[in-house]
């Protein structure tokens, strides 16, 4: 298996179980399909990283913070509780952050492509 269709199959794992979720009655499955989802993209953000082709850095920041506004919204809205920022404004903001991050980890991976490519096609001209 490739390393991006672990990432693909992450993200469709993330779907389905968001789906389930909203539209069924079956909550416990749609959750364990979203933690394998996490769990997909996140081996391969690791794999990434041990292979020297992402090195990671502020745009980490856009991630946990994401995550934290992301999740604190979700636990917000499940127990009705509504203080000086709306959950939906958090869960908005976080899902924003988290969008941002997923383009700065995508252009820092193509900026390391397009560097190796010209590095190798500079030692091959020498």
Request: charged share 20%; hydrophobic share 50%.
């Amino acid at each position: 298996m490739t390393k991006k269709s672990l990432l693909f199959i992450g993200i469709f794992l993330l779907i389905i179980g968001i789906l389930i979720r909203k539209l069924t009655d079956f909550e416990s499955i749609g959750l364990v399909l979203i933690i394998g989802g996490v769990a997909c993209k996140t081996i391969y953000i690791f794999g990434k990283i041990k292979t020297g082709e992402y090195k990671p850095g502020r745009e980490l920041y856009f991630l946990f913070i994401g995550l934290i506004l992301f999740l604190g919204g979700i636990y917000m809205r499940k127990h009705d509780l509504d203080f000086f920022i709306p959950a939906l404004v958090l869960i908005i903001v976080g899902l924003s952050l988290k969008i941002i991050f997923i383009i700065w980890f995508i252009k820092k991976l193509k900026d390391a492509r397009i560097k190796d490519v010209e590095n190798n096609n500079t030692n091959l001209s020498s």
